[in-house]
């Protein structure tokens, strides 16, 4: 990409940005912004800022799940009391449990009544890191956050957490943009990571979005023999 094309992509993108938070970058995102198409807020959702419990983790890795539309989305069979949260409305947490063991966080987008959600993969720790050690003790800086279940542990999200809104005046959590618009040319696609059967086919869901050359990108890893559905 030439300069001057770089130049116009980044200005289309603080635009975008400017857009949903009325030109104050330190806004958090309004409703409006995770009111949209799930692979659209994925992507944007990179570079932006989560707060929770005390840590802010800026994203560098997310994955797209569009409920009934997507074979590799919990909600794909329909409404349940577990995905209930994933059908709106947008700009909510869905916390799961997994492998019963962790929990791994999942932003709410779309229209009302129809599921789909943004998987929160990985970030690096910008703020709050005396808070991030002590969650996340005898472990490396970098690896805080490199991963779903270490992203909701190190800010602090769990079962109660879910259903927490990121917007309004009952926020209990936000999402800022990011501080410097991010770069299109360092967005990558590819398959998601553990997704068995369809919807792990990365030719037909490349819908895992992350940052190249961020040292806190989790590695890819296929699905495991069993069925591991994440959002």
Do not use: I, K
Not at 70 to 77: E, K, L, Q, T, V
Not at 189 to 206: I, L, N
Not at 221 to 230: I, W
């Amino acid at each position: 990409m030439g300069a001057r094309a770089a130049h116009r992509a980044l200005t289309s993108s603080a635009v975008a940005v400017a857009r949903h938070t009325g030109g104050m970058t330190s806004t958090p995102l309004p409703q409006e912004f995770f009111a949209r198409d799930v692979l659209v807020v994925a992507r944007e959702l990179l570079g932006c800022r989560v707060t929770h419990a005390g840590v802010t983790v800026r994203l560098t890795e997310v994955e797209a799940y569009a409920g009934g539309a997507d074979p590799g989305s919990h909600a794909f069979r329909g409404r349940s009391p577990r995905t209930d949260v994933m059908f709106g409305p947008p700009g909510r947490l869905y916390v799961y449990f997994t492998y019963g063991m962790h929990h791994c966080a999942n932003v709410v987008t779309g229209t009302e009544g129809r599921a789909s959600a943004v998987l929160l993969r990985a970030g690096e720790v910008v703020a709050g890191h005396e808070v991030a050690a002590a969650r996340r003790p005898a472990v490396r800086d970098r690896d805080w956050a490199r991963g779903p279940a270490r992203l909701a542990t190190t800010l602090g999200l769990g079962r109660e957490q879910n259903g927490l809104a990121l917007v309004g005046a009952r926020a209990g959590a936000r999402v800022e943009p990011p501080d410097v618009a991010v770069d299109p040319a360092l967005v990558r696609t590819g398959p998601r990571v553990g997704v068995s059967g369809a919807g792990g086919d990365g030719t037909a869901y490349p819908w895992r979005f992350w940052l190249d050359a961020e040292a806190t990108v989790s590695a890819y890893r296929a699905a495991r023999p069993r069925n591991a559905r994440s959002a």
